[in-house]
């Protein structure tokens, strides 16, 4: 006779039962943390993502979830009398915000909430949001270079600096670009278009395409500023998620101070 073919007793069904409940649950799990990180790294503020990520869980028959959130991990612990307690973390590298990905997620969050779908329905439809493209390059130089003008002309340049902040600001789209392709973390990128920003803006004004070199570089300065960042650290800090805020906050004064840096050594050198 086959081990397989003996009769289980009533403890080793239940033990075998919890393991396949558990296998189960970690599935979910997986993918909800999934949707947590793409949040997050779109722009979600942590009280958001926590929110989100518990409702989630209890959608699928979890008793008590508890989610720690911070920029860089979360942590979510879930129990339920059918498979017991699990823990997994995700550490989260990077940020692209994308607002338009941000409430398609929010939308997926609630469709799982009321139709419950299975881990494998879960991940497709997570699979066709993030294959939504973003807008198009040529589209992103027009906004960058429309910001940068606008802001030249808000700030009190003239039109001439207006035009040079315009095309600096395409051209610090195109640098942009060429350095998402290198692991490098958020302070290079920012140093580095902050150079070329200040010095293209002292080189516009030298050679007459220019008329003040502060009009212009305060355009081109506008593109680069951490302003969601910002926000989100202040709305976590007073949703009373102080480490997080915290955390958001010197991470964007610090990529301010780069940026202020990056401008001031550029016109230094002009």
Do not use: W
Request: with cysteine.
């Amino acid at each position: 006779m086959e081990l397989s073919n003996l009769p289980l007793s009533p403890e080793q069904a239940d033990r075998l039962a919890v393991m396949a409940e558990a296998e189960r649950a970690n599935e979910y799990l997986y993918e909800i943390l999934d949707i947590g990180q793409y949040m997050l790294q779109s722009g979600a503020e942590v009280s958001r993502v926590e929110d989100s990520i518990r409702r989630l869980c209890f959608a699928f028959g979890a008793e008590r979830a508890d989610v720690l959130t911070i920029t860089a991990s979360i942590v979510v612990t879930v129990y339920s009398h059918r498979f017991g307690a699990l823990t997994q973390t995700r550490r989260i590298a990077g940020m692209k915000y994308d607002l338009n990905r941000l409430e398609l997620l929010n939308q997926l969050c609630r469709l799982i909430c009321s139709e419950h779908p299975s881990p494998e329905e879960m991940h497709e439809a997570l699979e066709q949001i993030m294959a939504v493209p973003q807008y198009g390059f040529g589209i992103q130089l027009v906004t960058y270079a429309l910001i940068s003008s606008s802001f030249s002309l808000f700030f009190g340049g003239s039109v001439l600096d207006a035009a040079a902040s315009g095309v600096i600001g395409i051209l610090l789209k195109y640098l942009e670009r060429m350095i998402q392709g290198v692991d490098a973390g958020p302070l290079l990128p920012a140093m580095l278009c902050s150079c070329l920003g200040g010095l293209l803006a002292g080189l516009a004004v030298r050679f007459g395409l220019g008329d003040s070199v502060d009009m212009i570089s305060i355009g081109n300065i506008m593109l680069l500023i951490p302003g969601v960042a910002l926000t989100n650290s202040l709305r976590d800090m007073f949703s009373g998620n102080t480490i997080s805020g915290l955390m958001r906050f010197i991470e964007a004064i610090l990529l301010a101070l780069t940026i202020a840096c990056g401008f001031a050594l550029a016109a230094s050198l002009v």
